[in-house]
């Protein structure tokens, strides 16, 4: 069996290399800090999740996931789970016989409204040092990255 030899990576998708690594890592450090601010919530950043793509109307759980990048599996047992909690019901949906509407419940607007707090003075530390610009520059070219994909 011959080697074949393996192409090389351009400079700049190692870099793209080396920024999807990073980004994994602050992902899991993302859930982990969510995991923290809401834990007196009894949330987890899944749960919060699901809350927030809720925040402004009632969805669907397919119409979250794919808004979220989620499986409709893990937002229906997510969904599933803060129905237990007493934060969202299920309610008819309009549009289509069989796909309910996933609605907050005063008590999930309640739990969402502390976590946004929490979540404002917490946003506001971690980027103090940060100009507004440079953040967006860095989501711009994310968001560039994740139409590609």
Known sequence: MKNQKQKSRTTPAEAFTQLILETFRFNGRLLAAGDRLTKELDLSSALWQVLGAIDEAPLPVAQIARNMGLTRQSVRRTANV????????????????????????????????????????????????????????????????????
Request: aromatic residues 4%; glycine residues 2%; proline residues 1%.
């Open 82 to 149: 803060l129905r237990e909690k007493g934060f969202v019901e299920f309610q008819e949906n309009p549009n289509h016989r069989r796909a309910k509407l996933v609605v907050l419940t005063k008590q999930g607007r309640n739990v969402l409204d502390q976590a946004t707090k929490i979540q404002i003075d917490w946003s506001n530390r971690i980027v103090q040092d940060l100009s507004a610009s440079e953040l967006n520059a860095a989501m711009q070219i994310i968001r560039t990255l994740s139409e590609r994909l």
